[in-house]
């Protein structure tokens, strides 16, 4: 064979007394003659086949198969080499090829089933016991290992699919040609390499990632059969086999074949994508809690949402995304962290204070120590539920031991505490707090300004703006020029003015009546002072986003967010860095309620009016508003009476700007206070 048809071609037995057919591709004479020009280094490559293509009784089958393997890539290359060099015309190549793989067809066919099954086992080759059932045609492992074909090519991966679509039928419990799953198993344990050494970056024949992707396929047409109950769930190991499948694949090298691999793994993630994205939750959940799966995540990656523990054990994740979770963990360990370190010190604190007679040296520091407590547990609301545990199959244990109860809660426990207890020692506290005025200041005030320190509802600006003008000078002069110090939070008490003074009860008999300079003074403090309000609610806002960056992120589903009241529909989202916002789904067509509030928000920024930033973005599936939380704001007190001069004026300029782009629905509750 490959001499010119000096060579006759042979049959090759099987067994005593049975014989083979010659392939229907076998050279025939004129094929052979047309070699009669071929160069002398692709004549004898073709030789060298033809030797290697000759069954020895004496030699394994393993160590021929490879033999003609070897023989066969050199034939190839020589007969590449001719064509690109125009040594040979088309009708010799022709006849080459051909001589090529009657060569190799007539090695392969030779064999005995159980030897196609062991070398193809060898290859990777998944469940080989599973294909070959037909008596009809020549068994599909011949031409499954035919080093004639590319590796790729998609008949031999439709031959490795079928093997693993006839295993998931018996791994469902059916049967396959009478075979049952536990029969299978009993074949392969005698197979040799069965399953195919894949770690990170380990070179892989194209057999071997066909086998891969055929595992890949067969597992997500399992995990993505639809009418999953609650009594009727996936399996989780099939999700964990299926990460395994696709790790394996997506971070091996294959020589032989590249571009196929690259086309493999790429075709693997959309599948993996789609499967996951469907996979119900409890089977997410049971299977994180595979040691396999867990032990490769960081320890801080129970912080995240199950899903995207899911994206980080996958090999194939992009290194952006990978990084953005990471960092989200990394925060949320530090936010963790924080709280329990405040809560360590909170409620030792808040039993020895509020437990036994007053300290009043002790009683700011458990001000303090409280206001850092729900403050820590404020940062993790927006995720906290979302967290999930796979060692305790719930919430993290650090975070279920950590209810500090309500801060309305300790007020009105250190309420009915404080009334037992001195005057002189609870305003001795809030002085030290940072009251000032606080021997002017009622019982109700001290309590409340105390209480602040840990609860937002009470605003300590506004408890300290009603000190301030109780204890105000008499001299109304006196007054305006000691008024209009920036109070705790950055907003302004109001300045003083003739009319104030009055209130506070000086009679025109015994004050004399300001000079015109002390009026100008005084419209020059109130100016000042709406400056310094002004540029206090701004600096309190947080830095505004491109809307188009926005629209493009990908924002996590939290908690509800009802408790930020309103008639709308609201929930905690986490944006991609880490930082927490509200979403406000709306239903409206094309989502014109979400687009004018954005709209309106610019138009606030534009005309100087501090304005939380609003934009338009999709949250699980749906459209709405976004916008940042403002940590520590609470909403405007409904009573008038307890807003300042630079409230006042700021709520003026907020009511023009909002009548002008539209907007009517301006009270208190839609402005926030960030003092």
Same mark, same amino acid.
């Given at each position: 064979?490959?001499?010119?048809?000096?060579?006759?071609?042979?049959?090759?037995?099987?067994?005593?007394?049975? %014989?083979?057919?010659?392939?229907?591709?076998?050279?025939?004479?004129?094929?052979?003659?047309?070699?009669?020009?071929?160069?002398?280094?692709?004549?004898?490559?073709?030789?060298?086949?033809?030797?290697?293509?000759?069954?020895?009784?004496?030699?394994?089958?393993?160590?021929?198969?490879?033999?003609?393997?070897?023989?066969?890539?050199?034939?190839?290359?020589?007969?590449?080499?001719?064509?690109?060099?125009?040594?040979?015309?088309?009708?010799?190549?022709?006849?080459?090829?051909?001589?090529?793989?009657?060569?190799?067809? *007539?090695?392969?066919?030779?064999?005995?089933?159980?030897?196609?099954?062991?070398?193809?086992?060898?290859?990777?080759?998944?469940?080989?016991?599973?294909?070959?059932?037909?008596?009809?045609?020549?068994?599909?492992?011949?031409?499954?290992?035919?080093?004639?074909?590319?590796?790729?090519?998609?008949?031999?991966?439709?031959?490795?699919?079928?093997?693993?679509?006839?295993?998931?039928?018996?791994?469902? *419990?059916?049967?396959?040609?009478?075979?049952?799953?536990?029969?299978?198993?009993?074949?392969?344990?005698?197979?040799?390499?069965?399953?195919?050494?894949?770690? /990170?970056?380990?070179?892989?024949?194209?057999?071997?990632?066909?086998?891969?992707?055929?595992?890949?396929?067969?597992?997500? %047409?399992?995990?993505?059969?639809?009418?999953?109950?609650?009594?009727?769930?996936?399996?989780?190991?099939?999700?964990?086999?299926?990460?395994?499948?696709?790790?394996?694949?997506?971070?091996?090298?294959?020589?032989?074949?590249?571009?196929?691999?690259?086309?493999?793994?790429?075709?693997?993630?959309?599948?993996?994508?789609?499967?996951?994205?469907?996979?119900?939750?409890?089977?997410?959940?049971?299977?994180?809690?595979?040691? $396999?799966?867990?032990?490769?995540?960081?320890?801080?990656?129970?912080? =995240?949402?199950?899903?995207?523990?899911?994206?980080?054990?996958?090999?194939?994740?992009?290194?952006?995304?990978?990084?953005?979770?990471?960092?989200?963990?990394?925060?949320?360990?530090?936010?963790?962290?924080?709280?329990?370190?405040?809560?360590?010190?909170?409620?030792?604190?808040?039993?020895?204070? =509020?437990?036994?007679?007053?300290?009043?040296?002790?009683?700011?520091?458990?001000?303090?120590?409280?206001?850092?407590?729900?403050?820590?547990?404020?940062?993790?609301?927006?995720?906290?539920?979302?967290?999930?545990?796979?060692?305790?199959?719930?919430?993290?244990?650090? =975070?279920?031991?950590?209810?500090?109860?309500?801060? $309305?809660?300790?007020?009105?426990?250190?309420?009915?505490?404080?009334?037992?207890?001195?005057?002189?020692?609870?305003?001795?506290? $809030?002085?030290?707090?940072?009251?000032?005025?606080?021997?002017?200041?009622?019982?109700?005030?001290?309590?409340?300004?105390?209480?602040?320190?840990?609860?937002?509802?009470?605003?300590?600006?506004?408890?300290?703006?009603?000190?301030?003008?109780?204890?105000?000078?008499?001299?109304?002069?006196?007054?305006?020029?000691?008024?209009?110090? %920036?109070?705790?939070?950055?907003?302004?008490?109001?300045?003083?003015?003739?009319?104030?003074?009055?209130?506070?009860?000086?009679?025109?008999?015994?004050?004399?009546?300001?000079?015109?300079?002390?009026?100008?003074?005084?419209?020059?403090?109130?100016?000042?002072?709406?400056?310094?309000?002004?540029?206090?609610?701004?600096?309190?806002?947080?830095?505004?986003?491109?809307?188009?960056?926005?629209?493009?992120?990908?924002?996590?589903?939290?908690?509800?967010?009802?408790?930020?009241?309103?008639?709308?529909?609201?929930?905690?989202?986490?944006?991609?860095?880490?930082?927490?916002?509200?979403?406000?789904?709306?239903?409206?067509?094309?989502?014109?309620?979400?687009?004018?509030?954005?709209?309106?928000?610019?138009?606030?920024?534009?005309?100087?009016?501090?304005?939380?930033?609003?934009?338009?973005?999709?949250?699980?599936?749906?459209?709405?508003?976004?916008?940042?939380?403002?940590?520590?704001? *609470?909403?405007?007190?409904?009573?008038?009476?307890?807003?300042?001069?630079?409230?006042?004026?700021?709520?003026?300029?907020?009511?023009? /700007? $909002?009548?002008?782009?539209?907007?009517?629905?301006?009270?208190?509750?839609?402005?926030?206070?960030?003092?």
């Amino acid at each position: 064979m490959g001499s010119g048809g000096s060579k006759s071609h042979e049959s090759f037995a099987v067994a005593p007394g049975a %014989t083979l057919a010659p392939p229907a591709d076998l050279p025939t004479d004129e094929a052979a003659a047309d070699l009669a020009g071929a160069p002398p280094q692709l004549i004898a490559a073709l030789d060298a086949l033809g030797a290697a293509a000759e069954l020895d009784p004496d030699t394994a089958p393993t160590v021929g198969f490879h033999t003609l393997k070897d023989a066969c890539a050199q034939a190839r290359q020589q007969l590449a080499d001719s064509v690109a060099a125009g040594a040979v015309d088309e009708q010799t190549a022709a006849a080459a090829a051909a001589e090529i793989k009657a060569a190799t067809t *007539g090695f392969l066919s030779a064999l005995p089933p159980q030897a196609l099954v062991d070398l193809a086992a060898q290859d990777g080759f998944a469940h080989p016991h599973l294909v070959g059932f037909s008596d009809t045609t020549g068994h599909p492992l011949v031409h499954y290992l035919d080093p004639a074909y590319p590796s790729d090519i998609t008949s031999k991966a439709a031959i490795a699919a079928k093997a693993e679509e006839r295993y998931a039928m018996l791994a469902a *419990g059916q049967s396959v040609h009478g075979l049952t799953l536990d029969e299978v198993t009993a074949l392969e344990t005698h197979l040799p390499n069965q399953q195919p050494s894949t770690g /990170a970056g380990q070179p892989i024949s194209a057999g071997q990632a066909l086998s891969l992707s055929a595992q890949i396929t067969a597992a997500t %047409t399992e995990l993505g059969a639809t009418g999953w109950t609650a009594h009727h769930q996936p399996d989780p190991a099939a999700v964990t086999a299926l990460l395994s499948a696709e790790n394996a694949l997506a971070t091996a090298t294959c020589p032989d074949a590249p571009e196929g691999l690259n086309a493999a793994q790429a075709a693997a993630r959309g599948q993996v994508d789609a499967v996951l994205a469907k996979v119900p939750i409890t089977t997410v959940h049971k299977a994180l809690a595979d040691p $396999a799966l867990a032990g490769a995540l960081a320890a801080n990656t129970h912080y =995240l949402a199950a899903r995207d523990q899911l994206a980080l054990a996958r090999a194939n994740l992009d290194p952006a995304t990978r990084s953005q979770l990471q960092t989200q963990a990394a925060t949320r360990e530090e936010q963790v962290s924080a709280l329990q370190q405040a809560t360590a010190a909170f409620l030792p604190a808040q039993s020895d204070t =509020l437990g036994s007679p007053i300290d009043p040296a002790a009683l700011p520091g458990f001000a303090t120590t409280a206001g850092a407590a729900f403050t820590a547990a404020k940062a993790i609301t927006p995720w906290r539920h979302q967290a999930f545990d796979p060692a305790s199959g719930g919430v993290p244990n650090e =975070l279920t031991g950590q209810d500090l109860g309500s801060p $309305a809660a300790l007020t009105a426990q250190f309420t009915a505490w404080s009334k037992h207890q001195q005057l002189a020692d609870v305003r001795y506290a $809030a002085a030290e707090l940072g009251l000032a005025g606080a021997p002017s200041a009622n019982r109700a005030q001290i309590t409340k300004y105390i209480a602040g320190s840990w609860d937002s509802s009470l605003h300590q600006p506004t408890i300290q703006a009603q000190v301030s003008k109780k204890a105000a000078p008499v001299n109304p002069v006196t007054a305006m020029l000691n008024s209009g110090p %920036t109070t705790l939070g950055g907003h302004n008490t109001a300045a003083a003015s003739p009319s104030t003074a009055g209130a506070a009860g000086v009679s025109a008999a015994t004050v004399a009546a300001p000079p015109s300079a002390a009026t100008w003074m005084a419209q020059h403090q109130r100016l000042v002072d709406a400056l310094k309000h002004h540029q206090a609610s701004a600096s309190a806002l947080p830095a505004r986003h491109d809307p188009t960056a926005v629209e493009s992120w990908t924002f996590t589903s939290s908690a509800s967010a009802a408790s930020l009241g309103g008639v709308h529909t609201k929930s905690y989202v986490t944006g991609p860095d880490g930082s927490s916002w509200m979403f406000k789904p709306d239903t409206s067509a094309g989502g014109a309620r979400a687009h004018a509030e954005s709209a309106a928000a610019r138009v606030y920024h534009a005309v100087g009016i501090p304005a939380v930033d609003v934009h338009v973005a999709s949250v699980a599936g749906k459209t709405g508003s976004v916008q940042p939380l403002l940590p520590g704001a *609470g909403q405007l007190p409904a009573s008038p009476a307890s807003w300042t001069q630079g409230d006042v004026d700021a709520i003026v300029r907020y009511h023009v /700007a $909002a009548w002008a782009v539209g907007d009517h629905d301006g009270g208190p509750a839609n402005v926030l206070r960030t003092g």
